[in-house]
Structures are given as structure tokens and as C-alpha cells.
């Protein structure tokens, strides 16, 4: 299919997999090239691929018998960097919504997403770009901010205030529009705080630097 978007589907239920790749086989620049019922056969399922013929992406559920989704996941971006994981369940938990993204899933859908909804997270997080939809950007917080343990501020990296003031409130969810607003400064103002904190935490993007501010116990506007 030329340069169609090649995916893997791992759910451990065959209607559901049937039911993506019918859906998925529709759109002209989809591929779903293998499928796999869990996780311990999807490793196994990518371990007899040539490197040229791996999967894009991989669409994985979240519960599944013999390897779940999120240690798929780890696994999966420990040996296979490129591709693309997104896991797709039914159910939001805090917890399990911030492991997902720990171990390295680029996002994390739930089943009752509309057909086009799907396909427009999978042709943006090909693209690279991260997709994630309101309930679950809140249960990522949410988890976050159970999982925080003390730490000392002093491991700010040599932030100045006003970083810190960006970052606590990309921790709280907050998009950049919000962060010009609460801060009086412009959008691209923002975006320079923003690139500047990326290289500092040493972080690819705004969900870890969340994780980066939440572990070390900062939330809520004003660092702990």
C-alpha cells in the first residue's frame, strides 16, 4: 500500500481486532500488516519481522492475559524504538493512564473514541505529535499528583522563577494560551519558557516535564 501508516493490533478479544482492522483497512493510508491476542505474542510476532517490515505503529489494549499493555509497551520501546505505541481501553484509571505513558505509549485512547477520532490520533501521533483528549489528560494529572513524593526544590535544575511559575503550571494541565493568560505574557513568550524547560529537565515534551515537576512534588501553582 505504498506509504500507508503500517500497524499492529494486540487486543485479546477477536472481534475487537476485527473490528479495527475492518475499520482501519477502509482508510487508504492504513496498513494493518499483524495482530497479535497479547502481548507475549506481539513480542514474538515482532521478533520474526525483518527490521524493514515492522509495524509504524502498534494499537494495543490495555488488559490482556500472559503480558498487559503497559509492560508490552515498555518492552516494546525498550527493543523497538520507531514504533509508535497507543494503547486503547475501557478503562480510565489515574494510575494505569500514567503508567501507560511512563512506559512509553505516545498516548492512550479510550474504546468508546468514534471511528474518526481514532484515525485522527493515529495519523497525528505518526506524525509525532501527541493526541490526548481532555478525561484523559486529567486522569495523567490526577495520577501524577497521587504519585508525588517529597523532594527538595533544590533540584530545579537552575530554573529561574518565572520557569518554574510555566512549569508548575504545565503540571496543572494548563495549555500555552492558559499560561500567557494567568501569566500576562505573550503566547510566544510561552513557547521560549517552554523550549528552555524542555532542555533543562531534559524532557521531549510537556507530559514529562509534568512528570518531572510531580515527582519532585510540585503542583498547584506554587512548588511545595
Same mark, same amino acid.
Given at each position: ?18 473490528? %479495527? ?17 497479547? $502481548? ?8 520474526? !519481522? ?15 492475559? %500472559? ?15 520507531d ?26 485512547? %479510550?474504546?468508546t ?14 506524525? $509525532?505529535l ?32 518565572r520557569?518554574?511559575?510555566?512549569? !508548575?503550571?504545565?503540571?496543572d $494541565? ?51
Amino acid at each position: 500500500m505504498g506509504n500507508a501508516i503500517k500497524i499492529m493490533i494486540v487486543d485479546d478479544h477477536d472481534m475487537v481486532r476485527l473490528g %479495527l482492522k475492518t475499520y482501519l483497512s477502509m482508510e487508504s493510508d492504513f496498513d494493518v500488516i499483524s495482530e497479535a491476542g497479547n $502481548g507475549k505474542e506481539a513480542l514474538e510476532r515482532l521478533g520474526a !519481522l525483518e527490521e524493514t517490515a515492522l509495524p509504524d505503529m502498534i494499537l494495543m489494549d490495555l488488559m490482556m492475559p %500472559l503480558m498487559d499493555g503497559v509492560e508490552t509497551t515498555r518492552e516494546v520501546v525498550r527493543n523497538y524504538p520507531d514504533i509508535k505505541v497507543i494503547l486503547l481501553t475501557s478503562f480510565l484509571e489515574d494510575e494505569k493512564v500514567l503508567q501507560a505513558i511512563e512506559a512509553g505509549a505516545i498516548t492512550y485512547v %479510550l474504546k468508546t473514541v468514534s471511528s474518526d477520532e481514532l484515525a485522527h490520533v493515529l495519523r497525528s501521533s505518526f506524525r $509525532g505529535l501527541q493526541v490526548m483528549n481532555s478525561e484523559v489528560s486529567q486522569a495523567l494529572t490526577r495520577g501524577l499528583r497521587k504519585r508525588s513524593t517529597e523532594s527538595s526544590q533544590d533540584e530545579e535544575a537552575g530554573l529561574t522563577s518565572r520557569e518554574m511559575e510555566v512549569l !508548575l503550571l504545565i503540571a496543572d $494541565g494548563k495549555t500555552n494560551k492558559d499560561i500567557a493568560d494567568e501569566l500576562h505574557i505573550s503566547i510566544k513568550t510561552v513557547k521560549t519558557h517552554v523550549s528552555n524547560l524542555l532542555m533543562k529537565c531534559e524532557a521531549i515534551d510537556r507530559t514529562q516535564l509534568a512528570i518531572y515537576a510531580h515527582r519532585r512534588g510540585w503542583s498547584g501553582g506554587a512548588a511545595k
